[in-house]
């Protein structure tokens, strides 16, 4: 049996089994970790660009060496993310834009760039969070899984970059995921209609690689929140990109720009110039990582 070298990228993981996809040919290898990466506290994951040794009649074998990490991700568990596809609908469910805010401040702290992808414009006008997120500075686009509409500029997006869809079940990742990669085939679920809350549908991370092969998707399983709590406090603001303009010229170093008087951020609030729901989302994050100082 002859053995081969290939590197790839890990597309699946399960049960102790990765799947990786070679960078030479595209084949899929079903390959296991050597046992040294769990004695040295290593797990590969999804993202992972890795070396492996590849029985070549079988197609299988084992993951050598994972490749430096550009970043990764707790949860969910992938590496190498460049881009944050954070999906929420007009309606059904109605959009949590604290959860949307918390995804954005999140994503950006971990070095990932965002996009608000604004679903559902079928059944209702996104124009409110529109301007909301394209003021604050973030790449914005309302779109249609149902009809179509702005898909293919959403595509255009992602190409070149490995984006991780996310958002709270039932807003319609899946159904937008089965547009761009036409081969997919995603299962999708419909939307409870007493608690507004969709089925999960996704049931392990997975990357997909675009129709284009210049780019790759991960769909994750009920994806909706990181935590914030190990952010220092003091690093949160720099994450509202539309704070930025304004935080220099408050009466006092140190302000929080929640309660303070001669507050630049809180004059650009009362003014219009800072949208009121993400100000809000800032005040409760900034609340939740003080809270966590605590314990």
Same mark, same amino acid.
């Given at each position: 049996m002859a053995n081969i070298q290939v590197e790839g990228r890990i597309t699946k993981g399960v049960g102790g089994f990765y799947y990786i996809s070679s960078s030479g040919d595209g084949k899929i290898y079903e390959c296991r970790a050597r046992g040294r990466f769990r004695k040295e506290g290593i797990t590969p994951l999804v993202g992972d660009v890795v070396r492996c040794g590849i029985d070549s009649? +079988?197609?299988?074998?084992?993951? +050598?060496? #994972?490749?430096?990490? @550009?970043?990764?991700?707790i949860r969910p568990p992938v590496a190498n993310v460049s881009r944050i596809a954070i999906v929420f609908s007009v309606v059904n469910? /109605?959009?949590?834009?604290? !959860?949307? &805010? /918390?995804?954005? @401040?999140?994503?950006?702290?971990?070095?990932?760039?965002?996009? #608000?992808?604004?679903? $559902?414009t079928d059944l209702g006008d996104g124009g409110e969070y529109y301007d909301i997120y394209s003021r604050a500075g973030f790449d914005t686009i309302c779109i249609s899984a149902e009809t179509g509409e702005n898909v293919d500029r959403l595509n255009d997006m992602l190409i070149g970059e490995l @984006?991780?869809?996310?958002?709270? +079940?039932?807003?319609? $990742?899946? =159904?937008? *995921?089965?547009? #761009? *990669?036409?081969?997919?085939?995603? $299962?999708?679920?419909?939307? =409870? &209609?007493?608690?507004?809350?969709?089925?999960? !549908? @996704?049931?392990?991370s997975e990357l997909m690689q675009l129709d284009s092969r210049d780019g790759y998707i991960i769909d994750t399983p009920g994806f909706s929140s990181f935590s914030v709590a190990?952010? &220092?406090?003091k690093q949160l603001c720099g994450l509202f990109p539309e704070f930025q303009p304004y935080i220099n010229d408050c009466g006092f170093t140190d302000c929080s720009h929640t309660v303070e008087k001669d507050c630049a951020v809180l004059n650009a609030l009362k003014s219009g110039k800072i949208s009121k729901s993400r100000h809000e989302s800032y005040k409760a994050q900034y609340k939740e990582i003080l809270d966590n100082k605590q314990y």
């Open positions: 009649a +079988s197609n299988t074998g084992l993951i +050598s060496e #994972i490749l430096p990490r @550009t970043n990764s991700l469910p /109605k959009p949590n834009l604290f !959860t949307v &805010d /918390k995804l954005v @401040t999140s994503s950006m702290y971990a070095g990932v760039r965002p996009i #608000i992808c604004i679903n $559902k @984006t991780v869809f996310a958002g709270n +079940s039932g807003v319609g $990742k899946s =159904s937008i *995921l089965n547009r #761009i *990669l036409r081969h997919a085939d995603l $299962k999708t679920g419909e939307v =409870s &209609d007493r608690v507004e809350r969709g089925r999960h !549908t @996704t049931r392990h190990d952010m &220092d406090e």
